[in-house]
């Protein structure tokens, strides 16, 4: 063989390589063609900025493809008949696939494919994803979340400025805004109580199991299930107390007289805390200073608050905080949001995989999570995170560190939603004379206890 022909065979052997990337992590990459390719991502928001912003990027280095994002009315439902047909989607957002999920017939899995690098992924976000098989993890992984969620407080810095107050900082100046407002005539904290108070208090809750010193014992004796375990959550639950027995919460109220947070869609929260009201010809604003101050919520909601204060023209102001519980401050803890999913039933199967490989980099994540408002998935979320928010590591925790079972979740959100139920008067305890009052804080902590105790030490 001439010199010639082999300075040939080396030029073709290193366009090769670079278009396959030459990383040795994806070898089944795509042809990149000229031939046009439109792979669609679905998701139940009416526009997704974040997925626009990371496909520009993704069609500038491969121009033959573009990718769109699809919205699709009821989302839950009208996904699962988008899985075949003549146009399937190629991409999904979706929850934790598992083996009850609609989805899992349809998702590919992602595991062990060579054309999908997850290295640099935070760890204990996507393993909370892996499917699990009779309590069991297992190999397969349908989908990776795109970020981490934080549960924190939306703030109306407006309505705050208007009665002389600013934007608090820890439990004390929380309170005394409270107080403040509800001596105005505003009910100070609103929201569902489906998940008002798990997201208000559930990070605090977290960081006692993960941040107590070592020698204190916490993580054993929650293991355990020892007795005397509801103590060592005291103090979040009788800041909830203290918030209800106040009357700075009381949802019963809020939705029979104002019609607030009766229903519970990202939207209808938006347009509660930024007061604008359905009218015959459908919504308008009110004005522009709201009648909510605090909201307890996923920062990921802010996609839609923002929309929502575009579309309407509010000019109210607001900030997602760490909700400052504590007399430090706030929490941050960290849990899976929405995740992506490929359909295995899509023809472009690959193209949807070189997709999320693309999203999952580093830089294209943290574009991605800033356009989505949530934590990128990347092994430096922890950093980001005070980039974001002034909360210390010892603040800090995230799911991969407090993963204790759904017997150990359910008790203390179940407890926590019925304290902040504790002012309805359906929930209320009677006396001989037929006046009603708050159950004490005891009456709950002991309800926690009970619901603690592990099976044996039930019999």
Not at 5 to 31: D, F, M, Q, R
Not at 258 to 287: H, M, P, Q, W
Not at 416 to 424: A, E, F, V
Request: hydrophobic residues 35%.
């Amino acid at each position: 063989m001439n010199i010639k022909k082999l300075s040939l065979l080396a030029l073709i052997a290193a366009l090769i390589l670079a278009i396959s990337g030459c990383t040795g992590n994806v070898p089944k990459a795509p042809e990149v063609t000229a031939e046009p390719i439109t792979i669609t991502v679905a998701g139940g928001w009416e526009d997704c900025r974040a997925i626009d912003e990371v496909a520009r990027k993704f069609t500038e280095k491969y121009p033959n493809c573009t990718v769109r994002y699809e919205y699709l009315q009821d989302y839950n439902n009208s996904l699962v008949k988008r899985m075949t047909g003549d146009s399937p989607v190629d991409v999904f957002f979706t929850s934790n696939i598992q083996a009850d999920s609609p989805l899992l017939p349809y998702a590919l899995n992602l595991n062990g494919r060579e054309d999908l690098n997850l290295t640099d992924v935070f760890y204990g976000l996507t393993q909370n994803f892996t499917f699990r098989e009779n309590g069991e993890i297992s190999d397969r992984l349908y989908a990776v979340p795109v970020g981490a969620d934080m549960r924190g407080l939306f703030v109306n810095k407006t309505l705050l400025a208007s009665l002389g107050l600013t934007v608090p900082a820890n439990k004390a100046s929380l309170l005394n805004a409270c107080k403040v407002l509800k001596e105005n005539g505003y009910m100070p904290l609103q929201g569902n109580p489906n998940d008002f108070s798990q997201t208000l208090l559930y990070p605090w809750v977290c960081n006692i199991i993960v941040n107590s010193p070592k020698e204190a014992g916490v993580r054993e004796a929650v293991e355990k299930r020892s007795a005397g375990i509801s103590e060592l959550f005291r103090e979040p639950f009788e800041l909830m107390y203290t918030i209800v027995e106040n009357d700075y919460y009381n949802y019963k109220h809020e939705q029979d007289v104002n019609g607030l947070f009766v229903d519970s869609a990202d939207i209808d929260y938006a347009r509660y805390f930024l007061n604008i009201k359905k009218t015959d010809s459908g919504y308008e604003k009110a004005d522009d200073v709201g009648v909510i101050a605090f909201m307890p919520s996923p920062m990921s909601r802010t996609s839609v608050m923002e929309k929502a204060r575009e579309d309407y023209h509010s000019n109210i102001e607001y900030v997602f905080i760490a909700a400052p519980v504590s007399d430090e401050g706030g929490f941050a803890y960290l849990s899976p949001g929405h995740g992506l999913a490929i359909n295995k039933e899509s023809p472009n199967v690959d193209w949807g995989v070189r997709f999320m490989d693309f999203l999952f980099q580093p830089e294209n994540s943290e574009l991605f999570a800033s356009e989505f408002h949530t934590i990128p998935n990347t092994k430096n979320a922890v950093s980001y995170i005070r980039k974001l928010f002034d909360v210390p590591d010892n603040r800090i925790s995230e799911l991969g560190q407090v993963t204790f079972g759904y017997d150990f979740y359910k008790p203390i959100t179940t407890t926590l939603r019925d304290i902040s139920k504790g002012n309805n008067p359906k929930y209320m305890q009677t006396a001989e004379d037929g006046s009603v009052s708050l159950y004490p804080l005891d009456y709950y902590m002991n309800q926690l206890e009970e619901s603690l105790k592990s099976d044996e030490q039930q019999q």
